[in-house]
């Protein structure tokens, strides 16, 4: 329960911080509790329609050597922001391209964040 907790806070700051580096993608609720909420419908996207997605897209993936998954991260993004905003928590994207920029600034801060952050797994050594 903690590692989901852990993993809701983490997507939590990593999309934060791409409102802070893209232009055109804003939180704009008055506080920052939404924001968990916000993080919890990435992750359902990303478990639930990236997948399917995914594979629907695998011949133009295989065309252009992978870089057509940018564009899914980045359709991803704008679902996300397209039903956070009908639930209003107040996070916004303006379009395809500050969606896939933020995707490629969540998954880095993502990655540089989980750094930081203990392996669990380890720890029952």
């Given at each position: 329960m903690t590692s989901l907790l852990?993993?809701?806070?983490?997507?939590?700051v990593a999309l934060w911080v791409a409102t802070k580096f893209v232009d055109g993608i804003r939180y704009v609720a008055p506080d920052y509790l939404p924001l968990l909420g916000?993080?919890?419908?990435f992750g359902a996207v990303n478990s639930i329609v990236k997948p399917i997605v995914s594979l629907l897209a695998l011949p133009f993936t295989l065309l252009t050597l992978g870089l057509f998954l940018l564009v899914v991260n980045g359709a991803m993004l704008l679902l996300t922001a397209s039903l956070?905003?009908?639930l209003g928590l107040g996070f916004e994207?303006?379009?395809?391209?500050?969606?896939?920029l933020g995707?490629?600034?969540?998954s880095i801060a993502t990655w540089v964040l989980g750094a930081f952050l203990p392996d669990r797994d380890r720890d029952d050594d």
């Amino acid at each position: 329960m903690t590692s989901l907790l852990f993993r809701l806070v983490l997507s939590a700051v990593a999309l934060w911080v791409a409102t802070k580096f893209v232009d055109g993608i804003r939180y704009v609720a008055p506080d920052y509790l939404p924001l968990l909420g916000v993080a919890l419908v990435f992750g359902a996207v990303n478990s639930i329609v990236k997948p399917i997605v995914s594979l629907l897209a695998l011949p133009f993936t295989l065309l252009t050597l992978g870089l057509f998954l940018l564009v899914v991260n980045g359709a991803m993004l704008l679902l996300t922001a397209s039903l956070s905003t009908r639930l209003g928590l107040g996070f916004e994207v303006d379009g395809l391209g500050p969606a896939m920029l933020g995707s490629i600034v969540v998954s880095i801060a993502t990655w540089v964040l989980g750094a930081f952050l203990p392996d669990r797994d380890r720890d029952d050594d």
